[in-house]
């Protein structure tokens, strides 16, 4: 075998009990829930025509998969509440870095920003409908103004709690304001600003799916507010379970991205 390659090791039967163990500890209360969900309905505690068992909303996820609709429905939902996400990441970090950096900037704007960010996306609605149509517009900017707020609430607050002494030290050694900002600041705000991030990908998929609840034709949103309408109520909660898995999926990916970024943290324990 070449010298300096890694070798693969399995895990011993020993550390695979102790993982099996681990894994089904953290998934117990999942496990009952969905013991819950198939039993109570089929024991007759709960009308099965209102809450199905859940083996019955799988069937029913299934027949949406195999018919395209599933896809449809979960790819225009994916590329809204994506889209917008990118695009209030991609404005409102910068923002925030710049308010948190600049004091001045940051008394200039503060007026303003606690003035939207307290008035709730889903009552503006109708205001984005009546300016910008029932289309595409219209729906990825309620995603993009929801998302703003804990992004940029977040990258403010993580400028602001950079460790003092870790500032004064690099200006001790001479550090430029812009290797400051670069190799302290920005680095040591990287964990609070992806918990802006993932708390922003919630409200995408919050704010989306009830914009999709009005004026949509496709969308998550929309194949739950259909199925309720034609009592299609197997559909309807398959269509939730989606967008339950979406977000976890989501929000996984996201912590896998802030590792990536935090390498200097190190493994927790």
């Known amino acids: 075998m070449p010298a300096g390659k890694p070798v693969l090791a399995w895990p011993s039967w020993p550390q695979l009990q102790v993982r099996l163990a681990r894994l089904a500890w953290r998934s117990a209360l999942v496990l009952i829930l969905i013991a819950v969900w198939e039993l109570v309905p089929r024991l007759g505690w709960i009308d099965r025509v209102f809450l199905p068992p859940l083996s019955e909303v799988l069937e029913a996820g299934w027949v949406l998969a195999l018919n395209g609709q599933l896809w449809e429905h979960t790819s225009v939902s994916l590329l809204r509440a994506v889209g917008g996400l990118a695009i209030s990441v991609a404005y409102a970090v910068p923002l925030g870095l710049a308010v948190g950096w600049y004091g001045r900037l940051g008394d200039f704007l503060n007026p303003l920003i606690e003035l939207l960010r307290n008035t709730a996306p889903l009552a503006l609605l109708p205001v984005f409908i009546l300016l910008l149509g029932i289309g595409e517009v219209s729906k990825v900017s309620m995603v993009v103004y929801a998302c703003s707020w804990p992004l940029l609430l977040n990258t403010i607050a993580a400028v602001k709690q950079v460790d003092p002494l870790l500032i004064k030290s690099a200006r001790t ?4 304001p812009w290797q400051l900002f ?17 708390l922003a990908s919630a409200s995408a998929m919050l704010v989306l799916i009830a914009t999709e609840m009005v004026g949509a034709k496709a969308g998550l949103g929309y194949l739950i507010i259909y199925a309720q309408y034609s009592f299609l109520i197997s559909d309807m909660y398959f269509g939730i379970i989606a967008i339950t898995v979406i977000g976890v999926v989501l929000n996984y990916l996201l912590q896998r991205l802030e590792q990536h970024f935090t390498t200097w943290k190190g493994q927790p324990a």
Do not use: D, E, Q
């Not at 050694?173 to 430029?176: E, F, Y």
């Not at 670069?182 to 993932?198: D, E, M, N, Q």
């Open 173 to 176: 050694m001479g550090a430029t």
């Open 182 to 198: 670069s190799k302290v600041i920005l680095p040591a705000s990287v964990p609070t600003i992806f918990v802006g991030i993932r």
